[in-house]
């Protein structure tokens, strides 16, 4: 055990009552951005976070408001962390890595190597080696470009990209890897809002939010579905205030009664710290995970039975209407309740609401789209926004609310595994190449493939991977068994230390960095949730003089491996090294190659950017196989937890960021000082022999592969979720996520529907990573006596 894992015994669990208020959370932010960055370099960044002069946060995507409505401080409490964790003061020299083996870091917990500050040197694990050493840039480049050519073939590479690369680092990133001759690009979207994309791109033909941020201020209803917006999406909550007091009312459809939704207390307005604040929700529907499908059809049922209709909207722009309607007057009130744990009463009254509804946004995260029927649900919202007419008009529209803050920005950009053939065609046409036409790998298929040794090349543009991602023993196993893993990134994190044969380990310069090459000063750009492009320059000198911004690596990378000679030029004729002294050339490329973004560069350097297309929403027009909005039928399934076990939903602390752990306080949710909690009903807890503070080992076994997987050591927290299921914290949950689970079509990981059993935790002396606790995969027999979770329909 290291010395510096959390001691869960000393966990406290507290009252969560008046968590939302916004005051409170500046306090946080400020102490923690004073003590890592102190007040000038506070100064610096913060007055220009979100500004139309100054650089996008890091995150999320939440969109800017127009630029004469900012305020003096622009975000939120936990932009304001991801600021203070990136203009850290502290520094991972190579000293670090001379004093420790990777074996002796993998020891420590992720918030342990985080502290340790930026990264400020190239590092390179050698074949056989115990640590990570220096080397140059240029040897770095060669080694990458050797292990390129010597596979056999370029499908045996993989290339990840995490969602905080710019615009132009995931175009070229894109190019690069197309001119190397694969389609191998899995994201960090195929973990979060791939079921978005595939369902969106099937019902109205373009996989992005139909809505402006002032569609959001001027809604008359707002449905939030599967979402927490206080802890991952904190600045919608003052759009959503905005809403409030315009007269809007507000659906939260979720498991959790979160306190952002209870009363918001604004920082920003003097009602916000010393007045009572705003009641966010009207109404909270407390659905049961997985139950979001049966919920939706029910509230159809309820449309269509009292003609809540736009029939004009219907008629001119949508498809299948009718098998629709007659799908959904069929619904078995019995099996809604089952799935949902909803009453009837419950549906009638957030039906009311929406039958009200001119205009009506519709809202949703990772609690819709990490189900396996979550592509049918995810159908099922745009088949009631069709039914309303709720696309194409001012207050109206489908909002998918995406996390990171450019992760949208990296698919228009070309950063996907399954890209349109007309992108593809305009790639051709600039560069003069014919990229690979056939499927590339996502995150779930490039573990196999690491797995199976059918991949073994691995490279990670930003981001946490190996933590990130579903099954993770199977995970660190599959990664380990690469001839050799690259990671960019600006801080150290776990799947630096789950290396392959050769580990390289590249720092990049962070948001908050000028970015200086040979023509001068650059700028880049992102693309936040509702289409809008921005430019983006941070104020603070780099870290290190070592650094190189993501464009110089890819750039780099790109000239070492597609030079027809060593040192020679391009074989493409591609000139990668123009592109990384000067950002404008990159942007004159995606002018040409990218829809929607001519004039890239004049248009991105307006004040507050620009938007880009989006037909639904422009003009009623839909890109689809027949030209309209197309309604489709989906059967409603009961997720079936046999008796004895529990429903796991994995979910985030209000202290952290994707797999980035600021802390250990989630006082929206009562707790302080750990985080290997599990959330339970009461009733729960006492069918189960159990009381709060008690240790128990989760368990799960997956009926496709028959592995018992165990996650060990969690202690049990009273909570208000729905009877029969349990939340507990991503990703010290993932463990329990099979890496075959997956939903239908999207193929993304299940995390918010796993089927679980609980032991009474057996003490025993912890080891290893993860703050020591021993999660494991098991394989014997001891699961037999578990039945195995079916789908009903």
């Known amino acids: 055990m290291s010395d510096d894992r959390i001691d869960e015994s000393q966990l406290k669990v507290h009252d969560p009552k008046d968590a939302a208020a916004g005051v409170t959370g500046v306090r946080v932010a400020m102490e923690r951005s004073l003590s890592l960055m102190g007040p000038k370099r506070s100064a610096q960044t913060l007055l220009k976070l979100n500004q139309a002069d100054g650089f996008d946060c890091m995150s999320c995507a939440w969109p800017d408001p127009a630029p004469k409505d900012r305020h003096t401080a622009e975000f ?20 670090l890595f001379a004093r420790h083996s990777i074996a002796d870091l993998e020891q420590h917990d992720d918030m342990w190597l985080e502290r340790q500050g930026r990264l400020t040197h190239p590092m390179v694990k050698r074949s056989g080696g115990t640590h990570y050493e220096p080397i140059s840039w240029d040897e770095a480049f060669r080694e990458i470009a050797t292990t390129l050519r010597s596979l056999p073939s370029p499908d045996m590479a993989s290339f990840y990209t995490s969602g905080r690369a710019s615009n132009e680092a995931a175009f070229l990133y894109q190019l690069f890897v197309r001119a190397y001759g694969t389609n191998n690009l899995p994201d960090c979207s195929n973990m979060c809002h791939e079921s978005t994309s595939i369902a969106l791109q099937e019902s109205i033909g373009i996989g992005k939010a139909s809505v402006t941020i002032s569609d959001v201020y001027n809604a008359e209803l707002i449905i939030i579905a599967g979402q927490n917006p206080g802890t991952n999406h904190p600045r919608m909550l003052s759009a959503l205030e905005v809403a409030k007091r315009r007269g809007a009312k507000i659906i939260a459809i979720n498991p959790l009664r979160e306190a952002g939704l209870v009363n918001f207390r604004n920082p920003q307005k003097p009602r916000g710290v010393v007045g009572r604040g705003t009641d966010i929700a009207d109404l909270h529907l407390p659905v049961k995970p997985n139950g979001d499908l049966a919920l939706l059809q029910a509230i159809g049922s309820l449309i269509v039975e009292w003609d809540a209709l736009d029939h004009d ?3 001119a722009h949508t498809t299948g209407f009718q098998d629709w309607a007659e799908h959904v007057r069929q619904v078995d009130w019995a099996q809604v309740e089952a799935a949902t744990e909803l009453t009837r009463d419950q549906i009638t009254e957030a039906a009311r609401m929406l039958a009200a509804s001119k205009a009506t946004v519709w809202c949703w995260a990772m609690g819709i789209t990490q189900h396996r029927n979550a592509v049918a649900t995810i159908k ?16 109206a529209g489908l909002f998918p609310v995406r996390g990171h803050s450019n992760v949208q920005g990296d698919r228009t950009m070309g950063i996907w595994e399954r890209p349109p053939q007309k992108f593809l065609d305009s790639l051709q046409a600039e560069f003069g190449f014919d990229p690979p036409r056939h499927e590339g790998l996502d995150t779930v298929d490039t573990i196999r493939a690491l797995r199976d040794g059918k991949v073994e090349f691995f490279m990670g543009l930003g981001g946490n991977f190996v933590t990130a991602s579903p099954d993770t023993d199977v995970t660190r ?30 720092p990049t310069l962070g948001r908050t960095e000028k970015d200086v090459q040979a023509s001068g000063e650059q700028i880049i750009t992102v693309e936040d949730s509702v289409c809008a492009v921005h ?10 003089p070592h650094l190189r911004s993501e464009v110089a690596i890819v750039a780099g990378i790109a000239a070492a491996t597609l030079a027809d000679t060593e040192g020679g030029a391009d074989r493409l004729g591609i000139d990668w090294l123009s592109m990384k002294d000067d950002y404008d050339i990159i942007r004159d490329h995606i002018s040409r190659v990218v829809a929607g973004c001519e004039d890239y560069n004049a248009r991105c350097r307006k004040q507050g950017g620009f938007l880009l297309p989006h037909p639904p929403r422009d003009s009623r027009s839909f890109e689809t ?20 076990h529990l429903l796991l939903h994995t979910m985030r602390s209000h202290d952290q960021f994707n797999t980035t752990i600021y802390g250990t306080s989630d006082r929206y949710r009562g707790i302080e000082g750990g985080r290997h909690v599990v959330f339970m009903h009461r009733e729960d807890v006492a069918a189960h022999g159990l009381e709060p503070g ?3 080992d989760i368990h799960t076994c997956w009926e496709e592969d028959d592995v018992e997987r165990c996650a060990d050591r969690f202690r049990v927290v009273e909570y208000d979720v729905p009877r029969g299921t349990v939340g507990a914290y991503y990703p010290e949950a993932n463990v329990l996520v099979p890496l075959d689970s997956t939903a239908l079509k999207s193929n993304q990981p299940t995390y918010k529907s796993v089927v679980v059993w609980l032991t009474p935790s057996v003490p025993h002396s912890h080891g290893g990573a993860e703050g020591g606790e021993q999660d494991q995969v098991r394989s014997d027999d001891s699961h037999k006596t578990h039945p195995q979770p079916t789908h009903l329909s």
């Open 313 to 315: 909207f219907i008629d």
């Open 76 to 95: 939120c409490e936990n932009g304001a962390k991801a600021v203070a964790w990136e203009g850290d003061t502290d520094r991972a020299t190579p000293e």
């Open 625 to 644: 196989e027949s030209g309209k909005g197309e309604f489709e039928v989906s059967p409603i399934e009961v997720l079936n937890v046999p008796e004895g």
């Open 477 to 506: 196993d599959a990664m380990r068994r690469a001839r050799m893993t690259v990671h960019v990134a600006t801080k150290l994190n776990r799947s630096h230390l789950t290396c392959g044969d050769v580990a390289l380990l590249l």
């Open 694 to 696: 008690d240790f128990v």
């Open 380 to 395: 099922e919202l745009c088949n009631l926004a069709f039914a309303r007419g709720d696309l194409g008009k001012k207050g």
């Open 535 to 544: 430019a983006s320059h941070g104020p603070l000198e780099p870290a290190s």
